[in-house]
């Protein structure tokens, strides 16, 4: 069953290099491309952000190489990374090169992209499933829904050098943009939250960080904008983590599926007093698994 799905799948081939996005973490969100991937590579260079349930499908013959980078860690230089994919290519291997996420959702999949080109490498974009939507989906969060936005912004909390971005501007995001999704936020949470209550935000918006999303790990913290720092360092949440702003963070209660796989009460729609005709969300649990 299995063969005849992959079967009109293009095939990783020698000397070539496939940059495939893992998704969040459950290794159900994988999509076939980067299983195709997995079980032909002669050598999988893996990110931190990789759960290793996605490297169970693996050609059991591939070497699997660790190359992640994680803020205050000893990590691989990312041009030291990009001419290594080279080099493997060079010398005939099938590559794969698996990154949390989504590779081109600031994974840098792109400057590895620019290396392989720079050298004559052919190589395969295989998209991933960004934790900035899949995993808030599995945290129970939509990052949009008709009652709240029609825009949502995606931005990264520090730049190559661990600095917050010089280029955002807080100001045209936080009057511009209902709900915001970051990346990498953690480390820079308080001078963040200042610049978006400085441009007008609520300190009393809702907020949420999701950890470890997508996998059995996963925690989320919900608090406001204005707390977010001191409520952050008194539960000793810990990155990754997805950081969400925006009221779809009040949909949590009403949409936890996960929760109510492991018996949790759904609660009522918040929104249904603006759509009357939409039925809210009745309190149920369900049985199953889930965390």
Known sequence: MMKDVFEPLPQLEPGHV????????????????????????????????????????????????????????????????????????????????????????FGRGGEEALTLVEHGVPFRIVP???????????????????????????????DSSG??????????????????????????MDHIAAQLIAAGRSSQ???????????????????TLGAAEADMKAASIQPPAIVVIGDVVRLRPSLDWLGALSGRALQPDPFAETDPIRAPLQGHSLRGSGA
């Not at 969060?141 to 008709?146: D, E, G, K, S, Y």
């Not at 918006?205 to 608090?223: H, I, K, M, S, Y």
């Open 18 to 105: 496939w940059l495939a996005g893992a998704g969040p973490g459950d290794p159900g969100l994988l999509t076939l491309l980067a299983v195709r991937g997995l079980s032909m590579a002669d050598v999988v260079v893996h990110d931190a952000l990789v759960d290793e349930a996605c490297l169970a499908y693996a050609n059991p013959a591939a070497e699997l190489e660790y190359a992640g980078k994680r803020g205050g860690k000893p990590s691989a230089k990312q041009r030291d990374i990009s001419l290594r994919l080279v080099d493997l290519a060079k010398s005939g291997k099938r590559v794969l090169r698996l990154k949390g996420g989504d590779p081109f959702v």
């Open 128 to 158: 991933g499933i960004t934790a900035g939507i899949g995993g808030l989906a599995y945290a129970g969060i939509p990052v949009t829904h008709r009652e709240v936005n029609h825009a949502v912004t995606f931005l990264t909390g520090h």
């Open 205 to 223: 918006e809702p907020l949420a960080f999701v950890c470890d999303a997508a996998t059995d790990r996963q925690r989320v913290l919900e608090t």
């Open 163 to 188: 600095a917050v971005p010089d280029a955002i501007d807080w100001r045209a995001i936080a009057k511009g943009s209902k709900v915001i999704v970051m990346y990498m936020a953690m480390k820079h």
